[in-house]
Structure formats: C-alpha cells, structure tokens
C-alpha cells in the first residue's frame, strides 16, 4: 500500500533521505527547503499511485505526492506555487474515482487529501453537517444516521469525497427532488489558487467563489469543509423496479413520476432513475444483487424476446422517519393503496413489477455490494472509459434511436450499467459552474461500460461516435464529469457561463496551479 493512501506519522529523516534521491528539479528549492517539505513524498509506489485514477486510462507522473495534515499546510503550498516566479501546478485528488486523469498533475504537486483526516459535526438545531471536503460521503452518512438525520441528495455510489462531487455536480434518483448535492450546501471553507484561505463562503458571504467552486472542476480553490444541509432520516425503504419493453414508455412514466407534486404531508416519491438492461451484461453489472435467480431468468427472457434490452424503471418510496430519537412507524397498509394506485397509472409489462423493503443504509449503500462482487471476481480494476451526458427531454428520443440503439445496442458487447433518468433544472442554482441543458427537463445518461476483453479502443471509438452523432444531430446536450483537451471545446461546453468561468479563474487562480489534470486552462490567465 502506498504510503499516502492513510495518514501516517511523517519521518523527517526518510523524507529527506527521499528527497535528496528522488527530488525533481521542477520543483522550486523554497519548497524543498520550507518546513512543509516534510509532507512530501516521492517513493514511487507514491507517485505511481497518484498517476492513475479509476479510469485507468491516463497516467500523468507528478514530481511529489503531498500529505497535508492541517488546511494551513494546504495554504502554504499553493502560497509557495503563486508566489514562485516558477509556479508548479498543484491537484487535489479525493479518491481518484474520475476517470480521465481529472486528479492528476503531470510534473506538479498532487495532494492526497484522504491525509486531512478532518471531524465531521453534526449540528442538530440547525439541520446541518460540516465535514472535511476530504471525507467520503459514508462517512457522513454513517454520522449523520446517529441523530436521526442524512443528506438529502446523493451519488449512486458512496465512497466519493466531498471535494469531488462538489467539483461535479453529485447526482443521483434525489436529484429531481432536491437538486444535485451542489444544491444542498450551505457553506463551504476554501483555500484559493492564490493560497487564500476564505471561510464560510455562502450565498451571503463571499458568493462569487461559493457558487464558482461549486460544480468548478478544482479551478478556483480546494474544500477544506463542507456544510451540508440535512433532513430527519426514514429507517426504510419500498424500492421497486418495474420493466418496460418500450422505451418511449419508460422514459414517459418516469417524467410523470417526477412531476407528481406534494400531496397532504408532502412527497411519498423519494428517488427515481432507470437503466438498460441487457440480456448478456444482467449478471456481472454492479447495480446491486435485486433480483432472485427465478425472477432474473423471467427478465431474462423478457429482454431475448426483446432484442436482448429490456428498460427498468427504478423508484423508492421512504419509510419509517426518525423525529427526535425516535421513529415514526408507517401506516403499511396505507402506503402499499398509496403504491397500488401510482403502479395502475404506470405501462410497465405486466407481472413485471419487483419490490424489496430495506433499510435506508442498505438502499443508499447499494452500489457498494456490487463492488465487492465485481472486485471479487477481478473487474472492478478495469479500464472505465465512461462517458457520462445531460441530454433534454426534447432530444431523448433522438438519442435512443441513434445512441442507444443506433450504436450501443448495435455493437456493444460490453459490461456496466447504461443509466437514464429525468431531473429538473429549477433545482440548480444558475450561478454555480455545472454546464447543464437550457431546458427544464433533461436526462441523466451514465454509458458505464468498462473495458474487460481488450475492448478499451473499440469503446473508446464508440464514445467518440456517440459525440459526434450528438453534435452533428445538434442535440441539446452537455457532458457531465466533462473531459475535452481543447479550450475552444470547452468555451462551447461552458457555453454562457464561459465568460464568467474566465474571470473567476483570473481572480482566484490567475496562475492555471489548480486541477492542471481537467486541461481547461494550460497557461496564466
Ligand atoms: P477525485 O477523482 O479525486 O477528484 C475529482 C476532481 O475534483 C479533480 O479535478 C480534483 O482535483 C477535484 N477535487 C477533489 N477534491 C477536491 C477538493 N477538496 N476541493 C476542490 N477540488 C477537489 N457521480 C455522480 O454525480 N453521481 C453518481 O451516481 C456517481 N457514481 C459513481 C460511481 C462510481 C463507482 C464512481 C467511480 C464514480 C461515480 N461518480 C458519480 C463520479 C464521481 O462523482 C467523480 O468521480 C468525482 O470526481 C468524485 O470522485 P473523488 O472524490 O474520488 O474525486
């Protein structure tokens, strides 16, 4: 394991030692010879760790791993970066779960922010949690479950930093309810590219960098805590997964269960998403063991007769809320009429609607059980040459004719979940950085696909078509966890907020050290 993975008690003699063998000649002496240069590291298995991410597809060779063990260390080397009439380029890197070198920084600084080893305060008068933008979001949750409370908004998947999914967006079945996770944050504590250090930023204080770092890819400053909003936590979960055959169908029911308002007490509808399933990929994706074997032979069956695809609708209703310390029990039986009623209005093929009551951890945790199964089984550390869309309502048809259908189904033979599902602009705030369709309804596409039998160039080739359908199509669409290598793509990424993008960049890293990895900006700006 390398050293930088956990946080460790630093050897000032092995440093040196290290230092004198290792160090790069990049890297300016009034950093190697500054009291923080005891929290570097250049033992190859450090930096070969830090040169590859859960893609697996790019590699960049910093000149050092960092290990912080305060924010102030954090300040004082982004200050020795800015202020160098050298500056070398600096990347936060959470767990390095992107998948196109977003981590990296070739020849620069990588700081392994797992070493920060923060607290996490839950506040229960005011419904709220800080945590270190270096803690995984289990972390909180597992937190946050002692009084009652939780998140509202999350990833699929919960082993992600703070820091990361605030620099994207954080989207998942809640999103359409509460917005991306970038919606549900109060304040933020951010060091700036010029090794500022701003606390509490907020909608009130300080909001050009509140909303900029917010979905900004690491371009202006990196969290050091996060306050993020919290709600009485349900004890379980009604999870369904309905299967349609008609995908016009599928994608129709599941805006119609987005758009359904509060009623009495409010929402019942807690989480919608979907996905493709496709007959040869049902068994090893990692979208969690559902399924009995009898059922999963009859779907099956339905997706042979179906041209090997069949689209299921995923909803959760929560149950069983905490107040106070204690839970309010469900009335089952009005809940299961509540259920029976909403299912006759859906068009999923009948007999083939599925249920499991679980408890809320198990619910949120789930992607993590088909870790273990894929890792068990040697491919969870595998390419992943992922392709993540936001498309509008408007177009998704387009896109099944001519992506799903047109070139996945077509020629993919490929492992991984391909995720579709609805969310609603209005839950964004239009000043935070994330690029999204200028419409109110867009989908989420996850092409999660992963490169097992030496078919990284034939997927790498296929992402390349579906982008180049999108465009020539005209699609209104956007990249999530974006990747482009050029700034003229990523001006048209950006699009309207490009312009202001700029300038937040000049004003808080004007020197391009943070985030090199994301390749927007390669010079001062
Ligand atoms: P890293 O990959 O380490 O970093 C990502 C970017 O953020 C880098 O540019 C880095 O420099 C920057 N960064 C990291 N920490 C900080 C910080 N503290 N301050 C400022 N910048 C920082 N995303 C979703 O939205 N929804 C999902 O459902 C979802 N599911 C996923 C499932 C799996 C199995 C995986 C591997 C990823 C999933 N993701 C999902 C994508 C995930 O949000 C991104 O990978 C994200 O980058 C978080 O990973 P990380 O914490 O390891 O960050």
């Known amino acids: 394991t390398p050293s930088f993975l956990k946080p460790t008690t630093l050897l000032l003699t092995t440093t040196l030692m290290s230092i004198l063998i ?37 590699h960049s060779h910093p000149s050092a791993v960092f290990l912080p063990s305060s924010p102030s260390d954090i300040t004082s080397l982004l200050r020795l970066s800015h202020f160098s009439p050298h500056p070398f380029t600096i990347s936060a890197r959470g767990l390095g779960h992107s998948t196109r070198g977003q981590a990296q920084a070739s020849a620069g600084i990588v700081i392994n922010m797992p070493s920060l080893d923060s607290s996490i305060t839950v506040t229960t008068d005011g419904m709220f949690v800080d945590a270190g933008g ?193 839970f309010s029990r469900a009335d089952k039986t009005q809940m299961d009429q509540d259920i029976e009623e909403l299912l006759r209005k859906l068009r999923f093929v009948s007999g083939f609607a599925f249920r499991n009551d679980v408890t809320y951890m198990s619910f949120l945790n789930r992607v993590h059980d088909g870790e273990l199964k894929l890792r068990a089984m040697g491919l969870w550390d595998v390419p992943h040459p992922w392709l993540n869309l936001l498309v509008s309502k408007s177009n998704i048809m387009d896109f099944y004719i001519g992506v799903l259908k047109g070139i996945i189904l077509k020629t993919s033979k490929s492992m991984g979940p391909i995720l579709v599902y609805p969310t609603k602009r209005s839950k964004w705030d239009e000043r935070m950085s994330t690029a999204i369709p200028d419409e109110e309804v867009f989908y989420s596409i996850g092409i999660l696909l992963s490169s097992e039998m030496n078919d990284l160039e034939h997927l790498e080739n296929q992402n390349a078509e579906i982008l180049k359908f999108c465009d020539q199509q005209g699609l209104n669409y956007k990249q999530y966890l974006p990747h482009y290598t050029s700034m003229e793509d990523w001006k048209k990424h950006f699009g309207k907020k490009w312009e202001r993008f700029v300038e937040m960049k000049s004003r808080y890293d004007p020197k391009a050290i943070l985030s090199p990895g994301q390749n927007i900006f390669t010079h001062p700006v």
Not at 27 to 44: M, V
Not at 197 to 224: H, K, R, Y
């Open 134 to 326: 270096e803690r995984m979001w289990i972390d909180v949750l597992r937190e946050t479950l002692r009084y009652g409370l939780t998140p509202k908004s999350w990833t699929d998947y919960l082993y992600l930093t703070l820091g990361g999914t605030l620099s994207n967006g954080g989207i998942s079945g809640q999103a359409f309810l509460h917005g991306p996770q970038i919606s549900n944050v109060h304040e933020l504590d951010i060091i700036t590219g010029k090794g500022e250090m701003v606390i509490s930023c907020s909608e009130s204080a300080n909001p050009d960098l509140f909303f900029s770092v917010l979905g900004g890819l690491g371009q202006f400053g990196i969290i050091t805590r996060a306050r993020i909003a919290l709600e009485n936590a349900p004890k379980s979960v009604r999870w369904m997964r309905l299967m349609y055959t008609d995908f016009d169908l599928f994608t129709k029911d599941q805006e119609l269960l987005i758009s359904i308002k509060a009623e009495g007490e409010g929402w019942r509808l807690n989480y919608v998403e979907g996905s493709l399933l496709m007959e040869h990929s049902l068994k090893s994706n990692w979208r969690s063991p559902f399924f009995s074997e009898k059922d999963l032979k009859r779907i099956k069956k339905l997706a042979y007769g179906n041209e090997g695809v069949i689209y299921c609708l995923e909803a959760s209703f929560y149950y069983d809320y905490h107040h106070g310390m204690n």
């Open 22 to 58: 290792q160090s790069p000649n990049s890297l300016p002496t009034t950093l190697l010879t500054h009291p923080i240069s005891t929290h570097l590291r250049f033992d190859s298995l450090s930096l070969s760790a830090a040169s590859s991410d859960f893609g697996g597809i790019v």
